[in-house]
């Protein structure tokens, strides 16, 4: 199974596209995720569409808006009014800030432990 992150961007506009991504792959939906970090003494958060892997070629995608959102905000409560209106949960947990690693990519490897490690996505097969 690949699994990979795809960021949409910061979340500002591009979280219209996240929701969007939401509703019409309601029935892929495996987890709802909001990534809290704290970056120059505020808080900020990455919102996580995790789907369920695809049945041919076994891609899972998870659709990331990177820590572009203040926390809380808006954006926050429209995020979680979509989780509610799909009757998802939205699993909130602090995360080492992407500042933190050389490359966007070691971030999302980070990531993808973290989740593995709490079950909320399956271990490659």
């Keep these: 199974m690949i699994q990979r992150f795809i ?21 892929r939906i495996s987890q709802l995720l909001c990534l809290k970090v704290k970056k120059e003494d505020k808080m900020y958060a990455s919102l996580v569409a995790v789907l369920h892997p695809a049945s041919e070629g076994k891609f899972q995608p998870l659709y ?19 989780a509610e209106q799909l009757n998802k ?16 990519e070691l971030f999302f490897h980070y990531l993808t432990g973290i989740l593995r490690l709490n079950y909320l996505i399956p271990p490659l097969s």
């Excluded at 990331?64 to 979509?82: H, M, N, Q, T």
């Design 89 to 104: 949960e939205v699993i909130t947990f602090d995360v080492k800030p992407s500042t933190d690693f050389a490359e966007t």
């Design 7 to 27: 960021e949409l961007g910061e979340g500002y506009s591009d979280l219209y596209e996240l929701l969007e991504i939401m509703e019409t792959n309601k029935e």
């Design 64 to 82: 990331i808006c990177r820590e572009g959102v203040p926390y809380p905000s808006k954006r926050i409560d429209l995020f979680e009014a979509k």
